[in-house]
């Protein structure tokens, strides 16, 4: 039962960021944040905890986009928590004035050896 009202949490976090008009206070940010280090590891690796417990608040597109990629190449997240994790990367993308092609020039974890 927790589980299912954590699940419920994050999907109606992530929906508020959305659909918010401009980008969201902290304390939304907050809230996702510490719902998604709440969910059982079935939901979030623990690979991807050490990445979330670091990022700044409110979290900098870069370091949101470290954790989706690390979620979807490997350290594993579920559906539901890559759509609160995209979420936030949107508004952090629109709260610094950036596209994703600025931040992923950023993104030093995918260079090629």
């Not at 969201?24 to 969910?39: C, I, N, T, Y």
């Not at 928590?81 to 709260?95: F, H, T």
Request: glycine share 8%; charged share 25%.
């Amino acid at each position: 039962m927790a589980r299912q009202n954590l699940k419920r949490r994050v999907k109606a976090l992530a929906k508020r960021i959305a659909a918010a008009p401009s980008p969201p206070g902290g304390e939304v940010v907050s809230d996702l944040k510490g719902a998604l280090l709440g969910l059982p590891d079935a939901y979030l690796a623990t690979g991807l905890r050490p990445l979330i417990e670091c990022w700044s608040d409110p979290p900098k597109a870069i370091e949101l986009l470290k954790a989706i990629d690390f979620a979807i190449h490997g350290a594993g997240a579920s559906g539901f928590v890559l759509q609160g994790m995209q979420a936030l990367y949107d508004v952090a993308c629109q709260r610094e004035g950036v596209s994703h092609d600025d931040v992923a020039k950023l993104a030093t974890w995918r260079d090629k050896p």
